[in-house]
Every structure is written in C-alpha cells, then in structure tokens.
C-alpha cells in the first residue's frame, strides 16, 4: 500500500545545500558542476565552519547536504560533519559517487550522519558505466553494501535520461537486494556538461526524455518500488494549467552554495552569474541587481521562467500559441511513501 503526497515549500525548514569543493574522480557526461561557475577551489575547514555558523541559527528545521565534486575528497569532511552536528542541523547527508576516500565510513557515526546518499545512472553496469565511468557501478555497489553493514542509512539519487530511462524499472529490485532507504529520481537539467552536449547534439539523441516519455515510465516506476517499502521522491516537472505555479526561490529556504563564494536559491541558474548571495569575508551579502531573485517575480503562462529561459523546448504550445502545460518548479517534489505488507 502507498500514499502519494506532493510535498509543500516551507519556510520553515532551510535546505542547505553546500558544495565544499568541485573536483571529482569521475568524468559523468551529465555532471551539473561548472568550474568556470563555480570555481575550482576545495574550501578549507576554517572557512566550512564559518559558512556553517551562518546558517546555523534556525537548528534543527535545517538540512545538510555536503556535495561536490565528490565530497568525500575533501581531506576535513569528518571534521565539518562533526562540527555542523555541534551546531544543531537537523538532518546532515552526505552525497557520493561512492568511493568513499578519506575512509570516511570509519570517521564518522551514524548519529552523526543521518543519509549517505549514493549516485547511481543505471541498472546495468553497462548502462551506468557508459555514463559515470568504467568501474563505477561494481564501486557503487560495494560502497553502498559496506555502509549498510556499517548501519548507515542510505538513499539513491538516479538521473533520468534518453540513456537510462529503460533501465529504471529495473532498479527496484536492486534497491531491494542493496537494502536502500529513499530512492531519489531526478530530472536531467541542462546545466554544467549536459548543456554543452546538448548544444552539440546534432544528429545524437537528446539527452532529455520527453513529456510523454517521463509521465508514461516514472510514476508508475516510483509507485512500484515504493511497494517495496522504500520512500521513492522525484520531480513534479509538469503542471496542468489550471494548476497554481510556485516558485521555491520566493515561498522557500533553498541555498546552493558553492566554493567560489556563490549563493544561489534555484539550482537552474547556477551555469549562470546571476546569484542572489555571495559569501565575502564570511559574511552572507546580497548581490547587485539583476539576480535570480528578480526572475522569480515574473508571471509567465508556462510556470517556471527559469526553465523558459534556459530549456524551452520541453514545454509546447497549442495553434493558438498558449502553452499546453505549466513547468513547475525544479524543487517542487512528488513523494511516495510506502509500506510492506
């Protein structure tokens, strides 16, 4: 039995999703990070803690997510993780290709870690490998299964493309043997390497699946695996147009920050300068106008203006030039949450 909610912005619980270097030991065709962006420096634990202190007020309605590149190459992960649960976050994740460096399993506990939270892009090690790197998916599995034994929580995070969205189904009973407990479905975004293989795609196929592709195959593959027992979450995407748009970066507490220094509140502006918040000299300013922040305060027929800007192609229009559906936000969720019989 399964129960299906679309989970609300709330201002009052902060996402913070903090990005605390941008190197990584894989090359995936889809990765978001954009140095040129983003910079290409790994923070030291002096400036983490300091960062970390200024959101740390709201406690424990504050969630942590430690990213990267890949988070674990950072010589002080353990120490930052220690010191953001001093502070009182709420709930503290680590996201990893998982190679696990730095033997972080042994570093840090389960108290102090609520998820480790896996990146997986195919059922098959063929599939995900093609993706992610050779190696990558064997690597995956025996990080997974050696956190598990260690009594971590895990989640796992799938990107949906044209490349792997015949292999979704095939993930639940995977997630099953592995013993996963939220499944994370995410939508490609053209941001980072998938907007430039995008530009290049001429006779390639695109590496977005189309609207009928995604409502045809994820739902129903989300309220499958959910059966299992397992929280299975993934993007809303398309609005009917009678359904009210939201933007996440006016009605919620979402900060994507980056090593540069960048603060963004919506995550489809990060390939682009137009950040609302910096950090300089440890201190939170806001930054000059135009910035995202002026982009959410636009209506506009087809919902996210974001997504009009930077992927409009996923949105189409009647003959008389009005479009079909709304996109929503990219932060506005579907959850499924189910129980075993």
Known sequence: MTQTRTVAFSKNSTNLFFHILTT?????????????????????????????????PKGDSQNLIFLG??????????AAVKHARRLGFGSITIDTNG??????????????????????????????????????YDTCLDGIRRTVERGFKTSLIYTVSSA??????????????????RFFIQVIGLR????????????????QVSRAQWLATVPG???????????????????TPQEKFECAGVVADNYF????????????????????????????????????????????PEGCVM????????????EQGMPEYKIACCLLKEEIEGKLK
Request: with cysteine; charged share 20%.
């Open 257 to 300: 920050v980056f090593p540069n220094g960048r603060v963004y509140r919506c995550p489809l502006c990060e390939d682009f300068p137009v950040h609302s918040l910096c950090f300089r000299e440890n201190q939170l300013l806001p930054t000059a106008k135009l910035n995202e922040m002026d982009f959410f305060q636009l209506d506009i």
């Open 192 to 207: 980072g390497k998938s907007a430039v293989a995008n530009d290049a795609a001429d006779s390639r196929q695109p590496l």
């Open 221 to 239: 593959v989300a309220e499958m695996i959910a059966q299992r027992g397992i929280r299975v979450t993934y993007p809303k995407v398309f609005l």
């Open 307 to 318: 997504n009009k800007l930077i992927q409009p192609q996923n949105i189409s229009y009647s």
């Open 99 to 136: 190679y696990l460096f730095g033997d972080i399993l042994a570093k840090v506990t389960p108290a102090e870690i609520d998820y480790f939270s896996f990146s997986l892009d195919g059922a098959t090690r063929e599939t995900n490998d093609r993706i992610r790197g050779d190696g990558s």
């Open 24 to 56: 990584c030991n894989l090359k995936c065709g889809h990765c978001y990070i954009n140095p040129a962006q983003h910079g290409k420096n790994t923070l030291p634990l002096p400036v983490i803690k300091a960062w970390l202190e200024v959101f740390a």
């Open 164 to 181: 792997n969205i015949h292999e979704l189904e095939m993930m639940s009973p995977l997630l099953g043997r592995l013993g996963i407990d």
């Open 69 to 78: 590149g890949e988070p674990t190459l950072h010589p002080e992960l353990a």
